[in-house]
């Protein structure tokens, strides 16, 4: 059974930084990518940024490039989002997810977490 635990949201003051951790179990090969999506009541959800099981390679939003660092711990199977000079729009509930290799981590994923809040305030 697929799972993924995510835990590092919070309230932080703009400026501010905050890492997301999201540890996944149940994959049986590395044929995926894995990453934070983002949605705010209202609005479409927005691919952050995701990085390849399989070579490495990374995704990032407009919005996350030169501020968001997405790391993967393969021994421990969980990936690390680092985000720095965070900005009050950055507020939203971030989900970890799933994506097959073949698709974008702006397209809808495969799987997800239960999300975490993330608050910034100005």
């Known amino acids: 059974e697929k799972q993924l635990v995510e835990s590092g949201g919070g309230s932080v003051q703009a400026g501010g930084s905050l890492r997301l951790s999201c540890t996944a179990s149940?994959?049986?090969?590395?044929?995926?990518?894995i990453g934070w999506f983002r949605q705010v009541p209202g609005k479409e959800r927005e691919g952050v940024s995701c990085?390849?099981?399989?070579?490495?390679?990374?995704f990032y939003s407009d919005s996350a490039e030169g501020r968001f660092t997405i790391s993967s711990d393969n021994a421990e199977n969980t990936v690390y989002l680092q985000m720095i000079s965070l900005k009050p729009e950055d507020t939203a509930v971030y989900y970890c997810?799933?994506?097959?290799?073949?698709?974008?981590?702006?397209?809808?994923?495969?799987?997800w977490g239960p999300g975490t809040q993330i608050t910034v305030s100005p």
């Open positions: 997810a799933t994506w097959g290799s073949g698709y974008g981590c702006n397209s809808h994923p495969f799987f």
């Open positions: 149940g994959y049986t090969s590395d044929n995926y990518l």
């Open positions: 990085i390849s099981k399989k070579d490495g390679s990374t």
